[in-house]
């Protein structure tokens, strides 16, 4: 059986934090916030309700952080058959033009792997 994305998420931030990165779970998605006025088993009523998004921002990656040469880090974890969005295309470009460190991974030795190309790019 495959792994799921959220195991993949795990080994990649262990991995990456053995290898001096700083790693977060980032999060991303939006709920409701408003004066509830009503509630049974499954269902909330809110009134004067508003959104509350979290995360950086739309397309921003799985794993945020930290490298070992200070350079801010995302990496976008997918499954083996799993596609970036467009938005999340864009977030790692952003990323990469800026000069951190910005990847799709689809396993940990993956994500170790575009960390060591990318600090010996440094020269670090």
């Not at 059986?1 to 980032?26: D, F, H, Y």
């Not at 040469?69 to 295309?89: H, I, M, N, W, Y």
């Amino acid at each position: 059986m495959p792994k799921r994305e959220q195991a993949i998420q795990k080994e990649i931030m262990l991995t990456l934090s053995q290898a001096g990165c700083l790693v977060w779970r980032n999060n991303t998605g939006v709920a409701w916030q408003g004066e509830q006025v009503g509630k049974t088993r499954e269902t909330i009523t809110l009134r004067n309700y508003r959104p509350v998004h979290f995360g950086l921002c739309k397309g921003s990656a799985d794993l945020v952080g930290v490298t070992p040469c200070g350079r801010f880090l995302a990496c976008e974890v997918k499954t083996p058959t799993g596609r970036a969005s467009d938005a999340q295309e864009r977030f790692l470009l952003a990323v990469n033009r800026a000069g951190g460190l910005g990847f799709i991974a689809r396993s940990a030795d993956e994500a170790l792997a575009a960390l060591k190309q990318f600090t010996e790019a440094q020269g670090e």
